[in-house]
């Protein structure tokens, strides 16, 4: 897998630097801040990190951030974007995290786990390298949105990356613990819709409360001892 993500880092940046790329990373960074609340000084890790897209809010927030990803390429890319920040490198792999027990507040992850076949071992990876009370936070591709049925018809074409890629529904994210999960979506507009429309789209499906849009996140709080 890894040599798959090694050829992606440039093709990851421009889609969000693209106007309708942009607008969606407005709303999921928007979605992410809410739910993982990153707080000045907290330790916080981020799995998958790739090129430290959402890296670089969690940093904006003022947190301390570890961030893995098994690409050295996107990683690489990751620790020029954050250069002189607290945003420590290490390079592995998220169904064997390399930190000790309760090491972190918070753990989050943006669009890695539909890229594992054991989602369930990964995130109870993430929960143990969460202090007590402190929060995961879980991003993927909704099976439920749009989105998601046309990476599922390129993976049908043999597309390199979605091919290995599982989409997963809110009811299913929040499945991948046995305790309760906060569930959001985000990005309910499309990709062919002008950033203008796009917008009151948005609007309308946060209104509404919809649970089809394509950027999904699962929170859960770890237990306290």
């Not at 509404?208 to 394509?214: E, I, K, N």
């Amino acid at each position: 897998m890894a040599e798959i993500f090694d050829e992606w880092p440039e093709k990851y940046d421009q889609w969000f630097e693209s106007p309708i790329g942009s607008l969606v990373r407005e709303y999921e960074a928007g979605l992410l801040l809410e739910m993982a609340r990153p707080a000045p000084g907290e330790r916080l890790l981020d799995v998958g990190c790739g090129t430290g897209v959402f890296t670089l809010v969690l940093l904006d927030a003022g947190a301390r951030v570890t961030g893995l990803e098994l690409s050295l390429p996107m990683l690489r890319r990751a620790g020029n974007k954050a250069t002189g920040r607290p945003f420590h490198m290490v390079r592995g792999d998220m169904r064997t995290l390399p930190f000790a027990d309760a090491a972190f507040d918070k753990t989050v992850s943006v669009t890695a786990i539909e890229f594992l076949d054991d989602a369930r071992g990964a995130v109870a990876e993430l929960f143990r390298v969460t202090r007590p009370g402190g929060l995961v936070v879980v991003a993927s591709l909704n099976a439920l949105s749009p989105w998601a049925t046309r990476r599922t018809s390129a993976a049908r074409e043999g597309h390199a990356l979605f091919r290995h890629a599982r989409f997963r529904s809110p009811a299913e994210m929040a499945g991948l613990m046995p305790i309760p999960a906060r569930i959001g979506t985000a990005v309910h507009f499309q990709k062919h819709d002008r950033p203008d429309r796009a917008r009151e789209i948005e609007e309308d499906g946060h209104t509404r409360g919809l649970d089809t849009g394509a950027f999904l996140v699962a929170r859960w709080e770890k237990p306290a001892d």
